[in-house]
């Protein structure tokens, strides 16, 4: 079920965009939740397709805002059915919300111990490896910040060493 709600406090709040990475860090999240006797926030923002256009282009073949949000709802969806594939008393919450991802992200961390995000493999010395939402984040979260990297396992029976998730807190 998916449910638009601010997270409650002291949860974990992780962004889901779908990716396997995020999907690792919605499984790492799930694991520290139960060490912690909190739950997990899975996030997904997402925005109308339109809104994204520029006023002049062309609005043919583009999806309407109900398309958008049922493609959104279902990649959520899929995030949150892989976690509980894999730990079926997950304490998971799915919370789709409209608007741009960091903004999105930010306001549901609010009150969270920490927000956590996938990293994707970027080899760009300048952003430290993380794209335009997690540096967002990083710069303007009112919690810890956890990067989790892609292409690595995140899953309970495999669980990340120390010099494989970075933490970020700003004060």
Not at 55 to 63: I, L, Q, R, T
């Amino acid at each position: 079920m998916i449910r638009v709600q601010d997270a409650t406090p002291y949860s974990l709040v992780v962004g889901v965009d779908g990716s396997e990475a995020s999907i690792d860090a919605l499984c790492w999240a799930a694991a520290e939740a139960r060490l912690l006797n909190t739950q997990v926030i899975a996030v997904h923002a997402w925005q109308p397709s339109e809104a994204l256009r520029a006023p002049y282009a062309s609005m043919s073949g583009v999806p309407t805002p109900q398309e958008d949000r049922d493609h959104a709802a279902s990649i959520l969806k899929n995030a949150v059915s892989q976690l509980l594939d894999a730990d079926p008393r997950a304490p998971v919450i799915s919370v789709l919300d409209e608007g741009a991802p960091a903004a999105v992200l930010l306001r549901h961390a609010r009150e969270a111990l920490l927000l956590a995000l996938g990293r994707g493999q970027r080899n760009d010395a300048r952003t430290s490896g993380l794209g335009p939402v997690a540096r967002e984040c990083v710069r303007h979260a009112p919690c810890p910040v956890v990067t989790v990297p892609a292409a690595q396992s995140a899953r309970p029976d495999r669980p990340f060493t120390a010099d494989q998730v970075k933490a970020v807190a700003f004060s």
